[in-house]
């Protein structure tokens, strides 16, 4: 490792002023200091130019952590800051804030990330890893003392947020948005509000008739004066940007809002022709079932079509929780792989149900593992088995089959907990359970490039502390749109992503990083090879004519890509805080070490 | 409230718009949601430092993000937050509806330790001679009678355990800035707020809840509390021992719903998220000892989240053995080798004796606090024992009191992720609430 005086020289003009780096160096509680030398990353960084102080602390992010900077600030007169942590997805904002409570600019600051991309990464060879880090700190100095104090762009916001989905979970939004003040305008493509919940019959465990409760929260949407209800209003493209997105749909003009929220539900898994015998007289999927349940006349029989069915089968899974190699592929060439975690319950409550109405069915229940998590579940599981469901388990790569041989249908059902045994069970009717499949919102997805996971459904920007959030900013998730879930946790969902809308739009102001392109117009000789590169169209403009024609910089449409600075010829383009100067000084600083 | 009851004249009434009980994730996170929105907003911890359950958990599945990483700058954001106050060490009094708004007393605990003096050097702890079984880290670790609660503690201020202080005042000598007072006595507070959000959390049901379980009294047998700590980066032993004799496990089983799902316990419930947890302790000890066997012990695993089934498919490839068995007792042998009778539900379903060097009890929840004891207004607990909702499917956030709300695992067990979904739900309702009662501003 090189010493002190080695150091590429810094480059920095005579006009500087006194620039004095601050170091701090992270244990991540042992995530990074069993693998770093962080003792030793904190000297040698103390080493080098323009450090005044280089510490290694525990955990940074804590609150003595932070307390370091702010008190290096004021007692040393820190004016720059490399904190070598984590990912900078997780903590950049935080260090920022504590140089702001320090009294500095927060962009004054470089975060490095030492953790994913070194401790985790390197962990046999400790020596190679410290100086890896060692070289990631310099480059991180070198970036920072090359730093000019900026501020945060500021953009007006429509304090009106578009929710997508006029099911429960966007009802739920637009009542929540409303009720924190903004105005919303609730997009559904259906002629009606309510989404699935009116054909879900009763609903687990309180019992209470879907239709019902979709018509009281109905009603209650459409007392509220600042929601504006479009049905028949499919979504086709969403423009713009945070505080300013454009929705189309309908036959109305474009909407202005300030945020998104997309609640657009789940479509029901359609099993394939022949899939547990789909698609025969035989079988029927849960959805169809439950919807039609209630409609059929009590009685000791279940009747279905003209049939009476002595014997009644469920099975769990269908189209859920598939596995590469057994299950065949969508679509898409993928499997479901997920649960979708409220078939368990609602084929038990479904059961109890026939059980009750139509005492002289028999019940059987075909499972892998019954999920009856929720509140209020268990006790419908344990129900359904004192009246008398029986119960079959199956494994993944055993499923059970229908067979018509002679009069009487049977499924055969390889059963785990009768140890493997094979067992007919004779059928007059089988009822697929089936989960929720994500929805092709395509133009819409597209048109704002929301992210999928590799479930397919929408992914949330982190699936512990961010689960409302897209990766795009201002726009907000609701419901099964992002994974299954029941009616209850959707509308707690929905609650959160409007939460997240009133936050953003409420100051009517919204701040935004200033990485953006900024001009030397001295250098710019109107060529316009940027306008080529750049892929937002109306960041870059061209004025003037002859040798007087200049580029010119829309800061609200740039994303900062830097693509037009790539091309530039002249060098009259930068990305403020990203500028060429850094990052050739950080090139050569890696390279020195 | 009696003066000779507070140690000082600051016993000026707290105002705020929302009231949030429990400092916990899901309370941290309705307190972040409504000060974000402009409220005024008051967290009430029991504890001495917030973060609740998920600060002391190792990683979290199904991200596998460390715990601490993820929870620390929460806390912080919720301290530095100006809308936000935070009493730790406090325990709140019933809650008296007046008028529209609410009101109650708090009781600070004595630290016996000037708060505002305090910079949290740890020189206290470094002098005082009287080791204690660390709560922190599940009785795997000793702290000392006076201690900061653990590193990443919000407020960094010390307590005093005056249950085993002896008084010696080495303590005292050593502080720099002479904070430390033993005389010191809990204060009582006036609070008055416009709503209310309970996120009392929960706490775990016992270990002695099964008497074939070994009540307790098998040194190897663990709680998922004490497996967490010793899989945390920094935790007890920084490594994975078992407590009899400090050896490495080479064999550790689970054994789920271990006080859940079974009526003669009182916990007829699934607790929710012990699948999902054990599942993860699982990979994690793979991880640290590979050549370890593991095995989980389950009726149904419960990977309905995102990603959680897929969670439990890495799981089974990375060897992970999972067997459909009941285990119908635990006792040990004299090296304290635990022996699990598990009766198979499949292959053969026999009864069969297997020791391990290491077993977890997978414990379910119990509600951290009954409102009806509390005295929290009208707010009933369900027959589970955690806080009614009477909406449960459109609002499920709200209790039998109109202005009190409920948050997190307070009102049943629920993973950090629904918890935080529940608490800007919460958040919400309780915003919601304040406009339409016309509690917008304070007097
Ligand atoms: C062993 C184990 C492992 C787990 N692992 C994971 C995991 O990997 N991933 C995951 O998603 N989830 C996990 N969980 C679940 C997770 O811990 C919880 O979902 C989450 O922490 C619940 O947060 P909470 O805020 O609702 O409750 P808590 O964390 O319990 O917070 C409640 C707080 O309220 C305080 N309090 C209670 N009553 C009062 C009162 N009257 N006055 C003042 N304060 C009061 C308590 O002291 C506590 O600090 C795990 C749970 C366990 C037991
Ligand atoms: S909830 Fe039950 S039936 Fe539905 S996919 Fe999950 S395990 Fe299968
Ligand atoms: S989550 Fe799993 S271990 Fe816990 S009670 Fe439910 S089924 Fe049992």
């Known amino acids: 490792m090189n010493g002190p005086g080695t150091a590429p020289d810094s480059g920095l003009g005579e006009e500087t002023e006194d620039v004095r780096v601050g170091v701090y160096v992270c244990h991540c509680g042992g995530n990074i200091s069993d693998v770093v030398d962080v003792k030793e990353l904190a000297a040698l960084s103390a080493e080098y130019p323009h450090v005044v102080v280089a510490k290694d602390y525990p955990f940074m992010c804590s609150d003595p952590g932070q307390a370091l900077i702010v008190e290096d600030i004021k007692a040393h007169g820190v004016n720059r800051v490399v904190v070598a942590s984590c990912a900078p997805a997780l903590h950049e904002q935080t260090f920022r804030r504590a140089l702001q409570r320090g009294g500095l600019n927060p962009y004054l600051y470089e975060h490095v990330n030492i953790r994913e991309q070194v401790s985790w990464v390197h962990k046999a060879d400790h020596a190679a890893a410290t100086r890896k880090s060692l070289a990631l700190v310099r480059a991180g100095i070198e970036k920072v003392v090359r730093q000019d104090p900026l501020e945060a762009l500021r953009v007006s916001a429509e304090r009106r947020v578009a929710v997508i989905g006029g099911g429960v979970a966007g009802m739920k939004a637009a009542l929540a948005a409303a009720g924190a003040g903004l105005a919303v305008t609730l997009f559904e493509k259906g002629p009606a509000l309510g989404g699935r919940l009116p054909e879900l019959g009763r609903v687990f465990p309180t019992e209470d008739e879907g239709a019902a409760l979709s018509r009281r929260m109905e009603e209650e949407v459409r007392s509220q004066p600042a929601i504006e209800v479009r049905l028949g209003a499919e979504v086709r493209r969403v423009d713009g940007f945070v505080g300013r997105f454009s929705v189309e749909a309908g036959d109305g003009p474009p909407v202005k809002a300030g945020a998104l929220i997309v609640a657009t539900g789940y479509d029901p898994y359609a099993p394939a022709p022949g899939e547990f015998g789909a698609g025969g007289p035989l079988t029927v999927t849960l959805p169809e079932f439950r919807a039609a349940l209630e409609g059929l006349t009590e009685g000791p029989l279940l009747t279905w079509k003209g049939r009476p069915i002595r014997d009644l089968a469920f099975i769990h899974c269908v189209g859920s929780r598939q596995v590469e190699g057994i299950h065949a592929p969508q679509a898409d060439g993928k499997v479901n792989d997920y649960c979708s975690r409220v078939c368990c319950t609602a084929t038990l409550q479904t059961a109890e149900r026939v059980l009750d109405r139509h005492p002289g069915t028999r019940v059987y229940d075909c499972y892998r593992d019954i999920r009856t998590y929720g509140r209020g579940h268990e006790a419908i599981y344990e129900r359904a088995a004192r009246k008398g469901t029986l119960f079959f388990r199956y494994r993944e790569d055993a499923p059970p089959t229908l067979v018509e041989e002679g009069g009487r249908a049977r499924l055969r059902v390889k059963d785990v907990l009768t140890w493997d045994t094979e067992v007919d069970l004779p059928v007059d009717l089988v009822v697929l359970a089936t989960g929720m499949v994500p929805r092709d919102i395509g133009a819409l997805a597209d048109s704002q490039k929301l992210p999928r996971g590799a479930d397919r459904f929408l992914q949330e920007a982190h699936p512990k502390l961010r689960p409302v959030e897209l990766a795009n900013n201002g726009i907000f998730l609701a419901g099964t749109a992002q994974a299954p879930m029941t009616v209850d946790e959707a509308c707690a969902a929905a609650g959160a992503a409007a939460s997240k809308a009133a936050q953003l739009l409420l100051p009517g102001e919204i701040q935004l990083d200033p990485f953006i392109v900024a001009l030397k117009p001295e250098r710019c000789d109107g060529c316009g090879a940027c306008l080529d590169a750049c892929s937002y169209t109306g960041s870059l403009t061209l004025s003037g004519e002859g040798p007087g024609r200049r580029v010119e910089v829309n800061p609200a449409l740039c994303k900062g890509c830097g693509a037009c600075v790539a091309v530039c010829p002249t060098r009259a383009l930068d990305i403020a805080g990203w500028g060429l100067d850094q990052f050739e000084a950080m090139a050569d600083a890696i390279a020195a070490v | ?443």
Do not use: W
Request: hydrophobic share 40%; proline share 6%.
């Open chain 2, 1 to 443: 409230m009696t003066a000779s009851a507070t140690v000082s004249a600051s016993a000026a009434t707290l105002d705020v718009d929302v009231l949030v009980v429990g400092g916990g994730i899901a309370g941290l996170q309705s307190a972040l949601e409504a000060a974000e929105q402009g409220r005024k907003v008051l967290v009430v911890e029991r504890q001495p430092s917030i973060g609740g359950r998920m600060i002391n958990l190792s990683k979290v599945f199904p991200t596998l993000d460390c715990a601490s990483c993820i929870t620390t700058p929460r806390m912080a954001s919720a301290a530095h937050h100006p809308n936000i106050t935070i009493r730790t060490y406090s325990e709140l009094g019933p809650i008296r509806r007046e008028g529209p708004r609410f009101t109650s007393t708090l009781r600070q605990k004595a630290r016996y330790v000037d708060e505002a003096a305090c910079i949290g050097c740890k020189r206290c702890e470094e002098a005082c001679p009287v080791f204690v079984p660390d709560e922190y880290e599940h009785a795997l670790g000793a702290r000392k009678a006076i201690r900061i609660p653990f590193t990443n503690a919000i407020p960094q201020t010390a307590v005093l355990d005056m249950d085993h202080c002896t008084l010696c005042g080495l303590c005292a000598k050593a502080c720099p800035t002479d904070c430390i007072d033993f005389l010191q006595e809990d204060a009582e507070i006036p609070v008055t707020a416009g709503a209310v959000i309970l996120a009392t959390g929960h706490e775990l049901t016992s270990m002695a809840a099964k008497p074939e379980y070994g009540r307790a009294a098998l040194p190897n047998v663990i709680s998922p509390m004490q497996a967490e700590r010793l899989l945390a980066p920094h935790g007890a032993y920084g490594r994975v021992l078992r407590p009899s004799d400090g050896k490495i496990p080479d064999s550790i089983a689970y054994v789920q719903c271990a006080g859940s799902r079974d009526a003669s316990l009182g916990v007829p419930y699934c607790s929710r998220v012990c699948c999902m947890y054990a599942v993860k302790q699982a990979m994690l000890l793979s991880g640290s000892l590979p050549v370890a066997d593991i095995t989980i012990y389950y009726m149904d695993i419960r990977a309905f989240g995102k990603g959680y089934e897929q969670f439990v498919a890495s799981a089974r490839a990375m060897g992970i053995n999972f067997v459909k068995a009941k285990v119908a007792r635990i006792r040990e042998d004299a090296d304290h080798n635990p022996i699990v009778r598990i009766e198979r539900q499949e292959a053969g379903g026999t009864v069969e004796e297997v020791r391990h060097d290491l077993v977890v009890l997978s414990l379910g929840m119990l509600p951290g606090a009954d409102p009806e004891r509390e005295g929290f207004a009208g707010v009933l607990r369900d027959a589970d024992g955690f806080v009614r909702t009477p909406e449960a499917k459109l609002s499920p956030t709200l209790t039998d009191e109109p202005g009190i709300f409920v948050a997190g695992t307070a009102a049943g067990p629920k993973d950090i992720v629904d918890s935080i979904q529940d608490a800007g739900g919460a958040a919400m309702e309780a915003l919601r609430h304040l406009r339409s009662n016309g509690l917008e501003g304070r007097p």
